[in-house]
């Protein structure tokens, strides 16, 4: 299974149409978390001393909504193809370009949408902390955290990702299901529990475990994969 990363790329003003995509960024690292944060302005009206009761509360101001994110990057770290830089901030720059205002637009401070998965949010960036974390011998940061807020004048509902259409076919063996890993369990125990016992093997190769007497607590694994077939007329040798 493919790892989605996440994305930050510059929208119109109406926080709906992408804008030109040089300025969209693919994170080098996910996020561990998403921070989302609502708030309303209310105000409690001072009552006349000769009514009783508690005033009721008031809604005097548009809400917000708030997205705070970290995002790591390290150029030590496996890098794309034609990636051959050597300072982060080259990798970092490209994500402050999202708090910097435009001058040749009346400063006006670009609007983004952060996309992970099914996860979206449209917004401006209202913060960016960025914190170089290693250096080389000679002085050149190779290592930052940048911790992001991003901010929107209103109350949003949920945006949901258009996800691709599932295929119909029936899919390929080794694709379903994936089964969360029990703590302190084995992949030749979760096997022999249903009855794979002979395929663990299999089961470990198709998803890349290296020992399968470790595994990572929620782990998700593909229990149906299938020892590889092979070719038609081969010799087998036990």
């Known amino acids: 299974m493919q790892l989605e990363k996440a994305t ?3 929208i119109e003003s109406d926080f709906e149409t992408l804008s030109s995509p040089d300025h969209k960024v693919t994170v080098q690292f996910n996020p561990e978390t998403l921070k ?3 708030a309303n302005q209310i105000s409690t009206p001072t009552a006349p001393r000769n009514q009783g009761g ?3 509360h008031q809604f005097v101001g ?3 909504t708030k997205l705070s994110l970290q995002l790591w990057f390290d150029v030590t770290a496996e890098m794309p193809a034609g990636a051959p830089e050597r300072d982060v901030r080259e990798l970092t720059q490209k994500v402050a370009f999202f708090i910097t205002p435009d001058e040749q637009n ?3 401070i670009p609007a983004v949408r952060f996309v992970w998965g099914s996860f979206v ?3 401006l960036m209202e913060s960016l902390d960025e914190s170089l974390e290693f250096f080389s011998a000679d002085g050149i940061p190779l290592r930052a955290s940048m911790t992001i807020g991003l901010m929107r004048q209103k109350i949003t509902k949920f945006d949901f990702a258009k996800q691709a259409n599932t295929p119909t076919s029936t899919p390929s063996a080794g694709t379903r299901p994936l089964k969360a890993a029990p ?3 084995t992949l030749q125990g979760m096997a022999a529990s249903q009855g794979k016992g002979d395929n663990w093997q299999a089961i470990a190769a198709a998803n890349n475990i290296e020992n399968p007497r470790v595994l990572q607590p929620g782990q998700l694994i593909d229990m149906d994969a299938r020892p590889p077939q092979p070719p038609f007329g081969s010799v087998r040798f036990s």
């Open 8 to 10: 930050l790329q510059k």
């Open 36 to 38: 989302v944060t609502y």
């Open 54 to 56: 508690t005033p009721a």
């Open 62 to 64: 548009a809400g917000s």
């Open 106 to 108: 009346n400063n006006i």
């Open 121 to 123: 949010f449209n917004g």
């Open 183 to 185: 703590a302190g369990k």
